[in-house]
């Protein structure tokens, strides 16, 4: 059996694995991570394989839905702050006008 293939190997990539959506913290993401047999490709465990090698294909597949991922997270946290800021800087336009 090919390796990406197995469950248990780190490499295997279930079809209907998504990561981002169970995302909240680092903390949630490792452990996610972790429970999911990836970490290793967080932490350096697993180095990436050279061109031409059987699994090169399945590091880089798996290597973007993390970058993806982590991306999707920084964005709504850099959203979530945004908004948080709009909505300051309107109460504080909204009380000056009122005085």
């Keep these: 059996m090919d390796a990406s293939q197995n469950p248990s190997n780190a490499f295997y990539l279930h079809p209907g694995e998504k990561l981002g ?51 999707l997270i920084v964005g709504l946290y850099i959203f979530s702050y945004m908004v948080i800021v709009i909505v300051m800087v309107i109460e504080r336009l909204w009380f000056y006008m009122v005085i």
């Excluded at 993401?29 to 061109?51: A, C, D, R, W």
């Design 21 to 71: 959506a169970v995302f909240v913290k680092p903390q949630s993401m490792k452990h996610t991570l972790m429970s999911k047999n990836k970490y290793k490709f967080v932490n350096g465990g697993i180095q990436e394989p050279t061109h031409g090698d059987d699994l090169h294909e399945n590091w880089e597949r798996f290597n973007i839905m993390v970058v993806s991922c982590i991306t």
